[in-house]
């Protein structure tokens, strides 16, 4: 539909403009730190707890990564991360209750739950874990395909988009709430025992999964680095600026947009993969739309717009709550909500800011 | 109107039947031998059973001073206190006192060498039977009618239609007044005269409801069923005239439970659409707002129990301003700390409207705990009136749809008749030139947003007597009213009215078949093919950019 638009975009990119690349310090900095934190877990083997707390971290970091990518860049807001999150989480938790059912011969919770002789048709194939990771991929990319382009071509944007995405993951945690579906109901799955024939508590099951994580994280940052420093990362930019500008300029803003939330959905799902086999379990309140609200919140802290500050945002943020739910588990919400308040009034960038503070009233036109 | 017509139908039906019963009542009007009773009474077993059973026969004709007389002496020989002295029965104060009245002429008399009234196994059954029907046609208070009922039932076979029929007629109680067609419409489905039988299938067909259904399906196992064509025909038919009330009973009872439903999803939208259209901002708070609305309701209601116990049941209209003024409050703090500096920042002003919700929550579990809060139901707003079949129109719903017409009103009359609407209006139609005009456009926001704020308030008053109230309460509705803005369109009130109708109605035509899921489902996925059509929504705002 757009032939005219999308070849003059492809003129553009043949002809390219001199993109001036900004190598981004902070990455590269952050993703030397990673590679060395991975390091030093692989060197030091620390105590199992805390290094599944940190292979956590690295994987919702990766979640906020994602959604980084399409609001801090595109302007896109999406309150239904946790959707894909969730896809990417319940299609692990499948092979890993599979594969477990297969080398053990003990049936899957959802089976004792049900009463089920055999696993509904499709599970069919998820011992395989190639075939469960494409599948999951594919399917987060699927959905999102279609609820964006949905979207995207109707020009449904901005706060519209936001509690559209937010109704999409709500409806989706009705769904899984039901226990006829063959993922476990409210229950979810849980009582993983194998990943890859390794038992799944064991230290050094943990740690080859957390330096897993850490490393995945370190790849989404040089990716989406790469991306963001490239010509489709400024058309981004112009989009998340004006998207009618860039549309009268003749690219092909709906295409744009799918593209690069569709990739957000992927990584999402890839967060999703890593998370499950650390967490042991997964439940439809993943898909609860605090969760998808709370990434936001990530990526607002750490400071939207730039790949580091999702980083950051979401481990602090995560780091915090893991201390405080546990030690004063009523101050968290006041906490959060203060904190959200704090960055939205005086840090609109974030964390990031607090070098160069300049309150809001100041600097009214920030990126949105 | 037709469920109307076929209620006067019914009425003029039971109202004839009444007349004839009355009528036959008056034309053979009985009078009791008041003497030879008295000397039955003091007879051989056989005599006492015979003037008892011989009472409860005639019972329906008798007039009203026999029956409460003739009681006496039957109640007497119950609890042991009617004596004979030959054949002069004596009724005494209490078992075994020296001295007693006469039963017929009510003078004292001394009951010295009296020997107590002779009473059998059968007889027992037989006196209490006539006791039972006496207290139901003439006793004095609503109890010892009901007691008399329930004794009458209890050997229904030997009552007479007609005294049911009295009774009913009678009876000032609503609720045992309903109990006694009951038991006489069970008496008649079950007596051995087939003409009575039908008149009871086609009586029990006229007023229909599932209860009058399982009543007449029962009766398909009725030997009669088989045997006896005529019958067969009259409860096939009656069969069907009840199930197809019913089904429209229930149909209307989906729709008035729909239109409830959108009562409150219009009155929690409408102030989201009117913010939204006006600064762009979504109020992620606004279930919060819903919340608060409902507390402030039940803190109106503490507050009378304290001051004055004797209003307590005017409190859900006292509630009224104090919600929409204690709402709008916090909406205005809202908006003066927080959002006035995120309006160029929409998507940020999501964040902190969730902050504030998150907060408002938890600040509200901290101060008034999890739990359920206990209303007490007003009279106006408990029961409710059975309309046609299973269709009752309770008063808690029809409140609350009361309610939101009224909001409907409030808010049309706001923005379009007051300086504030007008204001609204201009600034929603092109904030940079109202401003150039001279409309204060921060104040009209601030504004703006209290009295939207307000209506969320408002909407948790009319919650207050349907659903729980607690503090996650509004989560329940946000998102079904964040799509109702969606659907409706931005900043216009006719357009949530329509979508609050249109998502309620579906909401709870579809949950009967798949499921309240299934139908989350269908009206989003619905929403987000409508907006494929119509990405502005039904009814898009006029904005002059």
Known sequence: MNAVTGSLAATRAAAPMPVQRRYDAGLLGLVAALVGVALILGLAKPETYLVNAIGQLAALAILAVSLD????????????????????????????????????????DVMQFMGWASLPFYWTGMTSAPYALVLAIALAVLVAFLFGWASFR?????VYFSIISQALVYVAMLLMFRNDTGFGGNNGMTSFTLLFGFAMGAPGTVLTLTIVTILALAAVLIGCGRLVAS?????????????????????GTTALKLKIWCLSAAIAALAGILYVPQVGIINPRVLAPDLSLEIAVWVAIGGMGRLSGAVIGAVLVNALKFWLTAAMPEAWPFILSGLVLLVVLVLPNGLLDLGRLKPTWLSRGMPR | MFSGSVRTDMKVAIGAILAVFLWTGTASADVLDRGAFAAALCGDAASLGSAAEAVTRRAADLSRDDLAWAAQPLRG????????????????????????RSVVSGDPQPAAGARASVLGLRQRALVETADGVLALLAAPQVEARAAGLWAAERRIAAVPDGVFARAEAAETDAGLKAAIARVAEAAA??????????????????????????????????????????FRAALDAGIAQVERAVAVGNGLAILYNGLSFASILFMAAAGLAIIFGLMGVINLAQGEFIMIGAYATYGVQEALRLIAPA????YLILAIPVAFLA??????????????HLYRRPLMSLLATWAVSLFLINLVRVAFGTRNLQFTMPSYVSGGIALYADFVVTWNRLFAIGFAAGTLVLTLLVLRATPLGLNIRAVTQNRDMAGCLGIPTRQVDRLAFGFGSGLAGLAGVALAPIYSVNPQMGATFIIDSFMVVVLGGVGTVVGTLIAALGVGQINVLIEPFYGAVA?????????????QWRPEGLVAARRRR
Request: net charge positive; glycine share 12%; with cysteine.
């Open chain 1, 231 to 251: 010509g489709i990362g400024r058309q981004m930019l112009a989009c998340r600026d004006d998207e009618t500008r860039l549309r009268t300029l003749g690219y």
């Open chain 2, 519 to 531: 139908a989350k489902v269908i009206v989003l996925v619905g929403i987000i093919l409508f907006l």
């Open chain 1, 154 to 158: 109707s020009r449904v944007n901005g």
């Open chain 2, 77 to 100: 020989i119950l609890e042991r206190r009617l004596v004979c002295l030959g054949t002069s029965a004596v009724l005494l104060d209490r078992p075994g006192a020296g001295e007693g």
């Open chain 2, 311 to 314: 209003w307590l049941d005017l």
């Open chain 1, 69 to 108: 990518l399409v609001w801090g860049y595109l302007g896109i807001l999406s309150l239904g991360h946790g959707l894909f999150f969730a896809i990417g989480g319940y299609v692990c938790a499948m092979h890993l209750s599979a594969h477990a059912y297969a080398v053990t011969g003990t049936a899957p």
């Open chain 2, 189 to 230: 489905l079950s007596s051995p005269d087939p003409q009575r039988r039908l008149a009871a299938i086609d009586r029990v067909a006229g007023a229909p409801s599932s209860n009058a259904l399982s009543r007449l399906s029962a009766l398909k196992a009725d030997a009669a069923y088989a045997a006896d064509p005529a």
């Open chain 2, 327 to 340: 709402t709008a409050l916090v909406g205005i703090a809202i908006e003066a700390l927080v959002l006035r």
